[in-house]
């Protein structure tokens, strides 16, 4: 099947810890996204990476680092978790860099307890 | 900064009913509107927009573009429980991302 696919599609993990999320595409695309959803569904631009170059990178902590071992690839390492860091975190790739709407992957919820 | 606004938050109707989602944006370097369908998982495409007064549509949805008045809205016709999601509208500004609005919570009872 052709599609984005992020794993785990759930995170429950203590405060403090450190975890990663992956996400991986087999569309041919050039580019990928980290979004966030909060609670009140708002879905916010994290990162974007054009063909494994970074883009975009809206003020996130320092404690997201994204990285893109290929095209296809574009995981979230994220330190030190904090509680406001509990949403769900959806992949997605696109052709071009904003270009004519996303693919999006199935969504990873984070709860930190 | 570039927005996007939906309207309303939230919605509760009936099967057959017909409802009428609101997205305003502002944003510097418009390129295309889109629109969203988002169940439980990921938001699924629904339409993309760049024309106005273009009315684009897909069985009971439809949607339109006003670009001098700076909206869209997205109708859906004869409501079906199926229909139940939150509808996401979103801007393409042309700088490498889709800026989303709040999205609408639509739920149809039988």
């Known amino acids: 099947d052709t599609a984005v696919s992020q794993t785990p599609k759930y995170l429950v993990t203590q405060m403090g810890n450190d975890k990663s999320i992956k996400c991986e595409q087999n569309l041919g695309h050039d580019t990928m996204y980290w979004y966030k959803q909060d609670s009140k569904k708002f879905l916010k631009i994290m990162f974007s990476y054009n063909n494994k170059e970074l883009i975009i990178n809206e003020t996130v902590p320092n404690r997201f680092s994204p990285k893109s071992p290929d095209k296809a690839h574009l995981n979230l390492h994220i330190n030190s978790l904090e509680l406001g860091d509990s949403a769900v975190y959806f992949c997605?790739?696109?052709?071009?860099?904003?270009?004519?709407?996303?693919?999006f992957g199935s969504g990873t919820r984070l709860t930190v307890v | 900064e570039d927005k996007v606004v939906q309207s309303p938050l939230s919605l509760v109707v009936h099967e057959g009913d017909t409802v009428t989602l609101n997205c305003s944006y502002e944003v510097t370097n418009f390129r295309s509107l889109l629109w969203y369908k988002q169940e439980k998982k990921a938001p699924t495409f629904l339409f993309m927009l760049t024309s106005s007064g273009i009315e684009k549509k897909s069985g009971r949805l439809s949607s339109i573009l006003d670009k001098k008045e700076l909206f869209s809205i997205l109708n859906i016709t004869a409501t079906q429980t199926g229909d139940s999601a939150i509808y996401l509208c979103?801007?393409?500004?042309?700088?490498?991302?889709?800026?989303f609005g709040q999205g609408t919570e639509l739920s149809v009872k039988p």
């Open positions: 979103a801007v393409d500004n042309q700088g490498g991302k889709l800026i």
């Open positions: 997605a790739s696109s052709l071009y860099p904003g270009s004519y709407g996303y693919t």
